[in-house]
């Protein structure tokens, strides 16, 4: 495998841009957040990216230690890559960075592609404080996110809930686009009506009383 790009800076900054500054690799980080990936689903919700891309920057994260790869047991005997611990440790610089581009998403663009998953993130960011399994219901599809989950697995996953959910929010893409946008507070838009809360778990209480 060829040497890694370095800035070769002495700079802890520096340090880090030559493991993730490459075009791609937080947003693969972004998906591997959900759990493990084939990676023809990787290739699916990353549209645009070239197949000779991802496999590079695949290769490129298991060597530097975000990412590893594991073959499925049969039947399923396909291999699947996952998130490293220290991949892992890039949520809150992918959380930093999506509040600092709140301002630049704007009116959506003809040519942009969306999946539901991708709100998962400013979501995350909306419960701050809060703890439970939330399932969200949007017109592109369900997904669901483990607030304050502390145990390093999945901080969301695409489709229903893998068990009962301790709330579940329907709302519009309009709604949650604004959210992430940090135009609406996601308690604001539940006293709006913008969101609809069901369940009977102490999160769903929290937010139909906020």
């Known amino acids: 495998m060829p040497p890694r790009r370095s800035y070769d800076q002495y700079c802890s900054a520096a340090r880090a841009l030559d493991a993730v500054g490459d075009r791609w690799t937080l947003l693969i980080v972004r998906e591997l957040l959900a759990g493990p990936r084939r990676y023809t689903d990787l290739h699916a919700d990353l549209p645009g990216v070239s197949t000779d891309v991802l496999a590079s920057r695949l290769k490129d994260m298991e060597r530097d230690g975000l990412t590893t790869r594991r073959r499925l047991p049969p039947p399923g005997a396909a291999y699947v890559y996952e998130i490293t611990p220290r991949g892992g440790a890039l949520l809150p610089v992918l959380q930093a960075l999506g509040a600092w581009g709140e301002t630049e998403l704007g009116e959506r663009r003809p040519t942009d592609a969306v999946r539901a998953h991708w709100f998962a993130l400013p979501l995350l960011r909306a419960l701050e404080g809060e703890a439970g399994l939330v399932e969200v219901h949007l017109e592109e599809g369900r997904f ?30 309009g709604t949650c686009t604004a959210i992430g946008r940090g135009d609406l507070t996601l308690s604001g838009a539940v006293r709006a009506g913008r969101v609809e809360v069901t369940g009977e778990g102490p999160l769903a209480k929290t937010l139909r009383e906020a």
């Open 144 to 173: 669901h996110l483990h607030a304050g989950a502390e145990d390093g697995g999945p901080v969301y996953g695409d489709g229903p809930a893998p068990a009962e959910p301790d709330a579940r929010l329907s709302l519009d893409t």
